[in-house]
């Protein structure tokens, strides 16, 4: 069996390669990455907060949330890779903003002057706009082309390291039936939705090019991780 | 916070009561309880044996096919729930047979002369024939009635026991989806079929009734358990 030096002198583990990565990404029960009736009021519909309460909880929320306190077991230790290592991100349009937000002109997403991301940020859209620079280091650009083009994009952003690919649901499902994720971080939450975006549809055995792992945490969601073989 | 004994005294937790039971339903990461195109030569369709891959290593299994061995772990501990208790049987004509068995006279299951199941056991169809007595203590029963009837029917069989609610997809979800099952076993296997037979279509919510586990097994499938809440 080939050892991690082995594997690194073979060049299959690279400090260089620049991955995609998928962190976080909540989903029910039934696959539903987000609930039906999305507006600027109810982000993700009627699933309300409920997908992503397991994160809010964690040591990791609350140091983004400028607090103190927060659990520091499974479901922190999975949430924090969220940031190491990436030097952009890849979003939806349906993630930037509400349906309907490429009408309003003065619209810079949902989280204020300073977005959790401090990298390059591509949001995907039929709807280009010139970039918004915000403070912190994110950077929003706008982009009308192929999930393999704005990879592309990103890594030259990202300068060597790794691309999060943010969501939401029909983002990460369209890069992944692509090829193009590296390490895909579910979270499933005890939950049935009925309704919504579901993330798996249309996909059919990609876990043969991928390693997958399932990790149930003492707060009832399970985390799956999809890690590209030989990686 | 109410004892046990506190509880048994208010007969919330009866030892005469009879439950509805779902035991090692297996799905995959998408949802399907089958694959598609399910016939007499692939009775789960293009799933094959991939959902049920878990239970095959257990010594419940092992031992249910007349051989030693087997693993004696946390897959073990849940599969061989299935049995103690159980006094009856309801199962749709999906799992009985293949596409079209009722227009076969001589069709009595998948299991040859002595099934696994050892009670009476229902099967709902709308081309219901006599019943069918096998080896073993299973005897086949055939109604066309509703899931609330059929558990009628099956519970008087029962004679004070739990009846299994054995699927497949479709009739778990209906007897789900009608309030009628107690405690809900499925096992999630790490794989993407794409396409089959939803076992969660239309459900939302039911959760709210129930008290949820997921616990993930070092062999990839992650079990979760639904209990109706109060038992």
Redo the contacts between chains.
């Keep these: 069996m080939a050892t991690t030096i082995d594997r690194w002198n073979k060049g299959k583990v690279s400090p260089t390669m620049s991955l995609a990565r998928v962190h976080n990404f909540s989903i029910s029960?039934?696959?539903f990455g987000t609930g039906e009736g999305m507006s600027r009021d109810a982000p993700f519909g009627h699933a309300g907060e409920r997908l992503h309460q397991w994160m809010f909880t964690t040591r990791f929320w609350h140091e983004m949330t400028g607090r103190s306190g927060g659990t520091a077991g499974l479901d922190d230790a999975f949430a924090r890779q969220f940031e190491p290592g990436i030097g952009a991100e890849i979003m939806g349009a349906g993630k930037f903003g509400y349906p309907g937000w490429h009408e309003d002109p003065d619209w810079k997403g949902w989280w204020g002057p300073n977005p959790p991301f401090h990298t390059p940020t591509f949001v995907l859209t039929h709807h280009p706009r010139p970039s918004i620079e915000m403070e912190g280091g994110t950077t929003f650009h706008f982009l009308d082309t192929s999930p393999a083009e704005a990879l592309d994009t990103a890594r030259e952003a990202a300068d060597g390291q790794d691309v999060r690919i943010g969501g939401g649901p029909t983002v990460v499902r369209d890069f992944f039936a692509a090829g193009l994720i590296d390490r895909l971080h579910v979270v499933?939450a005890?939950?049935?939705?009925?309704?919504g975006v579901?993330l798996?549809?249309?996909?059919?055995?990609?876990?043969k090019d991928y390693e997958?792992?399932?990790?149930?945490s003492p707060s009832?969601?399970?985390h799956?991780t999809f890690t590209r073989a030989g990686l």
Excluded: F, H, K, Y
């Design positions: 029960l039934d696959g499933v005890p939950i049935l939705l009925g309704r579901r798996w549809d249309g996909l059919e055995g990609p876990e997958v792992e399932a990790t149930s009832g969601v399970t799956v």
